[in-house]
């Protein structure tokens, strides 16, 4: 993989932010963003078990996907105070994924603001995603191709990016929005997966209150490198065609996958994946 290194700036006005990242579509890291947030000071993992140690969180891994799981179905549960333990005591595939902190913990609200990007965003979706040392999500994108500014909180996680245009090198699984489970993102291996050296992306290494923007529809993997958390906040897609593309996602590619599940079982899973791989490697 060719990866060049995400642009990063101390701060930026909105007026730039628009003109030379949002429209052109390219990934940003925003190292000081201060909109005057007390969660900049106060979020770490003993805040959070503050706040929230007695709500059970769902939990999911690494495990291969299965025709028995359902649509984002977590893989176990526990407290958030008992997560947090097994956060500090060991390394862990465990994360929490899409957890809304409006609904679960309200009080997390009075922390933030939604920010002037001059772009509007989402209020009612703020998504926290944890995860322990070298646990890491499947290279994917989001399925309503959202632009996503990414607010981390402590500890340091990785992040391999790719834009739509490289979806023919990435092993892209059909009537999905992952590429193929068994490639590792952060160290792929190019004898079993060649189409991946021709493949443009970006990286970065984030670090507490750091921001990264992901533009629309833009594939990630992300890797903890050590204990952390971070917050996602959304707009929908401005792009006319990733709009309908998002609309596609949502209201058809995702009921014929669940749909073929239910009809032919596991096997639908392993022709999808036989098909990403034979697919990308005929291109090349």
Known sequence: MKLQEIQRVATITKEDFLNDFFKP??????????????????????????????????LYDDR????????????????????????????????????NILKEVPALQKDFSIPD?????????????????????????????ANIFHFHFEGEKQCVLFPQSENKYLYRIPFSIITHEGID????????????????????????????????????????????FSMSLRTLAHNPFNFLEAAYNIFLMRHVDVLMRKLKGQKWIEAKNKRAITRTNRII
């Open 185 to 228: 993102f952060s160290n792929p291996n190019y004898e079993k997966w060649p189409a991946l050296i021709k493949a443009h992306g970006f990286k970065t290494t984030l670090k507490h209150g750091e921001v990264l923007y992901m533009p629309e529809g833009y594939w990630h993997y992300m890797k903890y490198l050590s204990p952390g």
């Open 25 to 58: 579509q390219i990934p940003l890291v925003i190292e000081n963003f201060n909109d005057g947030w007390a969660a900049h000071s106060k979020w770490n993992l003993e805040y959070m078990r503050q706040m929230a140690g007695d709500k059970i969180v769902p």
């Open 117 to 145: 990007f001059g772009i509007r965003i989402l209020k009612k979706v703020p998504m926290l995603f944890f995860g322990g040392e070298n646990s890491h999500t499947f290279m994917h994108h989001d399925i309503d191709f």
């Open 64 to 99: 291969p996907v299965h025709h028995d799981d359902g649509f984002n179905e977590p893989h176990a549960k526990m407290k958030m105070s008992e997560y947090i333990d097994l956060l500090k005591s060991k390394p862990t595939k465990y994360r929490i994924f899409l957890w």
